[in-house]
């Protein structure tokens, strides 16, 4: 593909974007058992990688899942959504089945009575079991197994929301953030809420992350509806430092419809400071060294080292090239290649840039080893890469 002028490269970056999306099926989550010694019985627990996870070295953050089946595929295809927009890190999802929904997402044991008398929950009140399990065994596992960072999220829905505001506030250290969506905090006369508001004015600095929500299911002189605005109206006069908050409320929608919307909010509040900013992206004002100083800032917020993406170098690469700034594209296209040198993408990028700045046996080696990378991984664009490889083999013999 010849970059002559900006309009090439430019349908350069849209045709590599389009190589990158091929694969459109979604990555399915893998189902396995483990046996509790905190619950006493098995548990099934699913995980979620991102596409190509087995093709990449960097650590991931891991979103830990109430009501797993249920949820996992969209907040799965919610996180990968995100992500291709450069709006929050790629996630592995765990999510964990129960036996007992009610026994487990429950914190406390619940004395209420149906109408015969009878006691409504008879299960209730084993949460602390439940998070001992999550904490002891299932964290540690996949810890084991899959490339973790140490950036995780506990997502919960109804009780699951419950259960993620009661793990905040007697075990903060578990988790870096929490999304609680349509939060049960009327359980039990509001105790746990009660417990919240003691906790928050306890503790003047919280370096987490929350965000709670509510549909249609509570208005404001429903017990769920006012425990929810009661913990807003807390937060709104007096939260931790450095504790990033968000609420949200969605009328329109049902205990379960509200699920996809919220998620969508909540990953986009708990990841509030990931995206490159507008001024950093623009290549013509800021370029390589403000993306590389986001993503070292983003590491010593996070807690682990955050590399600059592929699509985002890629993306300053091609804009470079556009504006003819051959040095500054080859830096990126370089930077790129260091941080991945098994991408072959990345090496037919670099070819292009030095193709553009007449380095054409630069430009030849880079386009041999995308065209060797591609074949080993069976990569349909080997072809096109060969295209570019013949392309500046002639311009190399007619110097």
């Not at 694969?23 to 627990?45: C, G, K, M, Q, W």
Request: net charge negative; proline share 6%.
């Amino acid at each position: 593909m010849k970059l002559a002028c900006a309009a090439v490269a430019l349908l350069s970056i849209v045709l590599s974007g389009g190589v990158a999306a091929q694969d459109l099926t979604p990555p399915a989550p893998l189902r396995f058992v483990l046996h509790s010694s905190a619950l006493n019985e098995d548990r099934y627990i699913f995980i979620r990688t991102p596409r190509n996870y087995d093709q990449g070295k960097d650590p991931l953050p891991v979103l830990y899942l109430t009501d797993g089946p249920n949820h996992i595929n969209e907040i799965g295809s919610t996180i990968d959504f995100l992500a291709e927009q450069g709006r929050i890190p790629p996630l592995i999802v765990v999510g964990i089945g129960n036996t007992d929904r009610t026994r487990d997402l429950t914190p406390t044991r619940s004395n209420e009575k149906n109408d015969d008398g009878s006691v409504a929950y008879p299960t209730s009140g084993g949460g602390d079991r439940f998070i001992d399990f999550i904490q002891n065994e299932v964290i540690p596992q996949i810890d084991q197994h899959y490339r973790t960072a140490p950036f995780r999220v506990f997502a919960g829905h109804s009780f699951g929301g419950l259960t993620a505001i009661y793990i905040l506030i007697t075990r903060p250290e578990m988790f870096q953030a929490y999304i609680a969506v349509s939060p049960s905090l009327q359980w039990e006369d509001e105790r746990i809420l009660h417990q919240a508001q003691r906790f928050f004015a306890a503790h003047p600095e919280l370096n987490k992350r929350l965000f709670f929500s509510l549909a249609n299911e509570g208005n404001q002189l429903s017990p769920m509806g006012d425990a929810f605005d009661q913990l807003r109206n807390t937060l709104k006069k007096k939260a931790p430092r450095n504790f990033h908050w968000d609420s949200a409320r969605y009328p329109d929608e049902t205990h379960d419809s509200t699920v996809l919307l919220a998620h969508y909010a909540g990953l986009r509040s708990v990841f509030y400071d990931w995206e490159v900013p507008r001024d950093a992206a623009n290549n013509s004002t800021a370029g390589l060294d403000a993306i590389e100083k986001h993503f070292r800032e983003l590491s010593g917020r996070y807690g682990y080292a955050i590399s600059p993406p592929e699509d985002v170098l890629t993306g300053l690469g091609y804009g470079f090239l556009a504006d003819k700034k051959f040095d500054e594209a080859i830096a990126a296209f370089q930077r790129n290649v260091a941080l991945r040198p098994a991408s072959a993408n990345g090496h037919d990028s670099l070819g292009e840039a030095y193709e553009n700045a007449r380095k054409f046996d630069l430009a030849k080696q880079e386009y041999e080893k995308a065209i060797e990378l591609a074949t080993q991984a069976q990569n349909p664009p080997a072809d096109q890469f060969r295209r570019h490889l013949e392309r500046v083999t002639e311009k190399v013999k007619s110097r």
